[in-house]
């Protein structure tokens, strides 16, 4: 298993400014994922970022809304850019573990006004 | 194409009353079929991988059951606690990337 920190938990933005979402692991893996919920939703996948290479973004989104950072094998960070309120949702990082199990953060809950 | 449904999408259920939620898949070459449970603005919480048909797993009051076209995740003598969403996934098609389903969302009432 993996143990997954996120932060912040929980943010209230203004529309038109970025905030950036840490996701800190306790262990070194090589995939990573972003997704997003939205409320009432399932999981979309956003992202996978991968260790020394740029992130490979899903159809709909986009690097320059969604640029993501992984400079190591245990941190990542997703930054959401020029929000809007259809950006509200919760916003949660994976990890992928040796058995192809992906363990899940606690989720960064933002609204934006 | 690779597809997940689960079904129903709510249920609710009397403390003790014990049911089952269905998660039908489609995907070449199953690499294994994954059940969450996820609280209220929480991330998901791992809880079973079935890998192969007839294969069970059990914890506490949930088994989970696959067949070559669904996964059945049963819920004996259910108490309030379990009250959550459960979401099942199953990787994609030569990626690592998961399809979930849209999730069923269960209320237990005391």
């Known amino acids: 298993s993996a143990v997954i920190s996120q932060k912040p938990s929980r943010d209230i933005c203004q529309r038109g400014t970025s905030l950036t979402i840490q996701c800190q692991v306790d262990?070194?893996?090589?995939?990573m994922f972003w997704y997003r919920q939205q409320p009432g939703q399932s999981l979309t996948l956003i992202a996978t970022a991968n260790q020394g290479s740029e992130a490979t973004y899903e159809s709909g989104f986009v690097i320059d809304k969604f640029p993501i950072s992984r400079p190591n094998l245990t941190f990542s960070t997703l930054t959401v850019s020029n929000m809007s309120p259809e950006d509200s949702s919760i916003y949660l990082c994976?990890?992928?573990?040796?058995?192809?199990?992906?363990?899940f953060g606690p989720g960064t809950r933002l609204l934006v006004l | 194409e690779d597809q997940v449904t689960q079904s129903p999408e709510a249920l609710r259920l009397q403390e003790g009353e014990s049911s089952s939620l269905n998660c039908s898949y489609t995907v070449s070459g199953l690499r294994g079929l994954f059940w969450y449970r996820q609280d209220p603005g929480k991330g998901p919480e791992f809880l079973f991988t079935?890998?192969?048909a007839g294969e069970e797993k059990e914890k506490e009051r949930l088994k989970a059951t696959l067949t070559k076209k669904e996964s059945f995740l049963h819920i004996t003598a259910p108490k309030p606690e379990d009250s959550a969403t459960y979401l099942c996934a199953v990787p994609l098609s030569g990626t690592y990337k998961y399809i979930f389903g849209t999730g069923t969302r269960l209320k237990v009432l005391a």
């Open positions: 079935l890998y192969s």
């Open positions: 262990s070194q893996v090589t995939m």
């Open positions: 994976s990890v992928l573990t040796d058995q192809e199990t992906q363990y």
